[in-house]
């Protein structure tokens, strides 16, 4: 991937990340409670993240071939274990593509985001020590 590419995509990342975070704490009322309900049941945190990343993927125009691409550039490295159920129930390429790339895409947004949410979790804890 070239450096401008690999710029592009992390600050997709980076983006989606913000704005996911900013929902979840919203939504939750508060990060220590975004981080329950995100880590209490996979099946609502799956639901969630794939609506969440459908969007995104819109909102930044990689929702067909060339965008898939582009992600799946991105994260050469990652593992596909965890897709390959949702892969064999792909019809064309493309669809194999896009389900993979958003599939893997979810992945690493859940990571930044559990990050994100316990730094917001530690500085909430801090902030609310102080005298």
Known sequence: MDLHQRQQFDFLLQTATERFV?????RYRGPQQALAALRGDPAT????LATFVAAIFRDFLL???DGAAFVLR???RRSIAAHRAAVTDAATVEDL???LARGLFAELLLMKTL?????HAGYEAVQGSTP
């Not at 900013?22 to 919203?26: G, I, S």
């Not at 945190?45 to 969630?48: D, G, P, Q, S, V």
């Open 45 to 48: 945190t799956t639901a969630t």
């Open 63 to 65: 929702d067909d071939a």
């Open 97 to 99: 593509m896009a389900t």
């Open 74 to 76: 991105a994260v050469p």
């Open 115 to 119: 990050e994100s949410l316990e730094q």
């Open 22 to 26: 900013a929902r979840m704490e919203e």
